[in-house]
């Protein structure tokens, strides 16, 4: 991100990410923003020398994540706070953007899972309600900005249609088994951090923790396509074991 002047600010992107992703972030953070979620909508995509880009609004604040290494004694509070956006952000319709299902199926089949336990989970998958609520895809502490007109969601790049408990299963994934430290003392914390987030949600959208369950087993094994292993790996692959047999899709193992 580099501030530009005038109260704007331009994110580039590396070569490797997609045009179609570029724009569907910038799309996502439009639709976002006309939905009351709050956010910065992108004012248009800019190239500069040769590199692609979005121009936002410059967001004056920090992520989450920085400001509770700033304030550890107020970290409950400030997960509650997400919990309670990410709920009213579900409140809000996705739109014509992608089907969160489709996506999901598709990250499957093209996953490293063996082919039985693929097709096992997308007709498992097809017997999940489809929702039609606007889902982020990459809700955690590094994506959700305090600001002055408080917290804001940032990155739209993963958003869909889709049910709010498969985006809540989403960001418990991304907040215990992301990148980042993974030492037992943090890994306590992640844990902690997950659950918290998840409950505050969970008490403010009306999905409950069997919907979560439901959604567990797909949403995980379709995070195998693209999850970076560097951290937590073996952590990972018993929760996702946990879940793909106690929803009776299989065994991973």
């Known amino acids: 991100m580099f501030d530009i002047g005038g109260g704007q600010a331009l994110k580039l992107f590396r070569g490797s990410v997609s045009d179609e992703m570029i724009a569907r972030e910038a799309d996502a953070s439009v639709h976002a923003a006309a939905c009351g979620v709050p956010t910065a909508a992108a004012i248009g995509q800019h190239n500069h020398n040769g590199q692609r880009g979005i121009v936002y609004p410059r967001l004056e604040g920090v992520t989450v994540m920085d400001w509770i290494r700033h304030n550890p ?3 409950g509070w400030a997960l509650n706070q997400m919990g309670e956006v990410h709920a009213a952000m579900h409140r809000a319709k996705g739109g014509t953007l992608r089907l969160l299902k489709q996506v999901l199926a598709t990250d499957i089949a093209y996953g490293p899972a063996p082919n ?5 989970a997308i007709a498992y998958l097809e017997t999940l309600p489809d929702g039609d609520a606007l889902t982020h895809g ?38 215990r088994f ?11 914390w992640r844990d902690w951090a997950a659950r918290q987030l998840c409950r505050s949600h969970t008490a403010s959208s009306g999905v409950s923790a069997s919907d979560i369950d439901a959604w567990r ?21 018993r929760y996702l074991e946990r879940a793909l047999r106690g929803s009776g899709i299989g065994s991973i193992a």
């Open 73 to 75: 004694m107020r970290a």
């Open 116 to 120: 039985a336990l693929q097709s096992a």
């Open 138 to 175: 990459d809700f955690h502490l590094g994506n959700v900005m305090m600001t002055p007109q408080g917290m804001m969601v940032i990155d739209w790049s993963k958003a869909a249609a889709g049910h709010p408990a498969a985006d809540a299963v989403r960001s418990e994934m991304l907040m």
């Open 178 to 188: 992301g990148t980042g430290p993974c030492d037992w003392v943090t890994n306590l």
């Open 217 to 237: 087993p797909v949403v995980a094994l379709a995070w195998l396509r693209a999850r970076d292993a560097t951290g937590r790996t073996r952590a990972f692959r």
